[in-house]
């Protein structure tokens, strides 16, 4: 199972909303937004807001470390164990990150 060892209230609202079956993928359009879940044609607006770009980075920098995964790349696009796919974008100046962790095989 998948769970990045990483000390942020984000992480784990995060983790369980992706052991929740019935969620296909989990939306952070950028700082200061709330998260959004979707499952079949629904989506409801999550209590999960990153601050600021260097917030996002880091979660999606720590995602990458746990998975041994080293790049300079901006964009992500990452297969994760948990069954999710990370798609992500490391933004910065006036470009905001952003990422979408969608479940495969839906």
């Not at 998260?35 to 807001?49: E, K, P």
């Not at 995602?63 to 069954?83: A, C, H, P, Y």
């Amino acid at each position: 199972d998948f769970k990045p060892k990483f000390k942020n209230e984000n992480w784990n609202e995060l983790d369980l909303l992706m052991k929740t079956p019935k969620i296909e993928d989990i939306n952070c359009n950028g700082p200061n937004k709330q998260v959004v879940a979707g499952y079949g044609r629904n989506s409801f607006n999550t209590n999960i807001v990153f601050k600021d770009n260097k917030e996002i980075n880091e979660f999606i920098d720590k995602i990458l470390r746990d998975m041994n995964v080293f790049t300079q790349e901006k964009v992500i696009n990452l297969r994760l164990k948990n069954g999710f796919s990370l798609h992500a974008i490391l933004g910065g100046g006036i470009i905001n990150s952003r990422f979408i962790l969608k479940r495969e095989g839906i």
